[in-house]
């Protein structure tokens, strides 16, 4: 199979085990340590080396971006996959993700998303115009579904991406995974990346892959500190991607979260509105 796959992790060997033995034979696996306990990583290559996997370590957390960016450097298929270490993939979903992207007009392929009970996890939604930042703000998208910010994976702009398939050429062309961000909204400038080369996405609902969400932000971070932090990168790329359009989007629909904060409780939906406050002003 002509296929690369990078699974990136750190500190879970567990995880990442259970990804490497559920990928098909034929592909060629490749664990891009990031910074893992050094026991960790003795474990993580020892299984590298019974699966055949190639085992590629970073001395730091590089962060997603430029982690995912190193394992694929060793990658030598034409067809490449980023994936999370909490992924297991179900048969026949990497060939069909492959098969996919025999079409020359599709840049990017993703699975159906399934949390460990089966539920749909599949995340996506479309970028931060002018219209829909304004919607947002002022209420209009509860009544216009086109205009809201979640979007069915069949018609959404951007889908994301714990396990997404690539060809290598327009991986090369869009510069791999950019790395303006540490963790979160690597998969929407992904997507943007893809778009902007005149390419489409697909999704495919019968490639299955079992995610457990977040696995290494939960060990690390609470509930409200992963909101916050997912809420400045999603608002930092949509305003950097997209120019003044961008910056005014973001704008409108910033307000739009503080207006819901300043009547609505709780711990991250405040959260929600200072990620929102910080993605306005980072660099």
Known sequence: MDVSVVVLTWEDYERTNGCVRSLPDGV???????????EIGDKLRAMCAETGATYVRAETNLGYAKGMNLGARHATRSVVILSNNDIVVHPDAIALLAAR???????????????PDGSDQTAAGRFLTIGVGVAHATGLSLLFRGLRIVAAPERAD????????IRRETFDAIGGVD?????YSE???????????????AYLPEAVVTHEDDASAKRRWTDAEISRRQTR???????????????IACGAYVLG???RAAVGRGEVRRAIARGAVEGLRAR
């Open 233 to 247: 990168e999603f608002i930092r790329a949509s305003r950097e991607l997209a120019g003044w359009r961008g910056r």
């Open 101 to 115: 992207l025999r079409d020359p007009a599709v840049g990017a392929a993703f699975p159906g998303v399934r949390g």
């Open 158 to 165: 951007w889908l994301s991406g714990p396990f997404v398939a």
């Open 187 to 201: 998969d929407l400038r992904l997507c943007w990346a893809v778009r902007q080369r005149g390419l489409r996405l």
């Open 257 to 259: 979260v503080l207006a």
């Open 179 to 183: 790395e303006s961000s540490f963790f």
């Open 28 to 38: 060629e696996a490749i664990v891009a340590d990031n910074g893992s306990a050094e």
